[in-house]
Nanobody, 123 residues
Framework: QVQLVESGGGLVQAGGSLRLSCAAS????????MGWFRQTPGKDREVVAA????????YYADSVKGRFAISRDNAKYTVYLQMNSLKPEDTAVYYC????????????????WGRGTQVTVSS
C-alpha cells in the first residue's frame, strides 16, 4: 500500500513558478513509476509528466514541455514537479499518482493517488 500527499500548490501570477512535492509512504517507493496529472472541472484527468522508477525515463505533455520538470528523490520518498513560466491554462487540481510497474500515461493504470493540490495562475 502506498499513500501519497501532495503539497506546494497555490496562487501565482502568469510567468511565475511553483514546485509541487509528493511525499510517499511505503517501503517500495523506489520501484514505482510516478506521474503528475491535472484536472479542471468538466474535463478528464490528463497526464502532465511521468517518470520511471529510476528517474531515467521521463515524459511530458506537449503543453508543458520546456516549462515543467519532473524529478524524484527515492531516498526521500518524494517526487517533484517544478513548474516554470506558468500560464492561466495551467490552472487545475494537480494529482500525484504511483504505479507498481513501468511508466505509462493513462490515469486508469495508476494504482495509488493523492488527494490533489490546487494550482491557480492569474493573468
Amino acid at each position: 500500500q502506498v499513500q501519497l500527499v501532495e503539497s506546494g500548490g497555490g496562487l501565482v501570477q502568469a510567468g511565475g513558478s511553483l514546485r509541487l512535492s509528493c511525499a510517499a509512504s511505503g517501503r517500495t517507493f523506489s520501484r514505482y513509476a510516478m506521474g503528475w496529472f491535472r484536472q479542471t472541472p468538466g474535463k478528464d484527468r490528463e497526464v502532465v509528466a511521468a517518470t520511471s522508477w529510476s528517474g531515467r525515463t521521463t515524459y511530458y505533455a506537449d503543453s508543458v514541455k520546456g516549462r515543467f520538470a519532473i524529478s524524484r528523490d527515492n531516498a526521500k520518498y518524494t517526487v517533484y514537479l517544478q513548474m516554470n513560466s506558468l500560464k492561466p491554462e495551467d490552472t487545475a487540481v494537480y494529482y500525484c499518482a504511483a504505479r507498481n510497474d513501468d511508466l505509462v500515461l493513462t490515469s486508469t493504470q495508476y494504482n495509488y493517488w493523492g488527494r490533489g493540490t490546487q494550482v491557480t495562475v492569474s493573468s
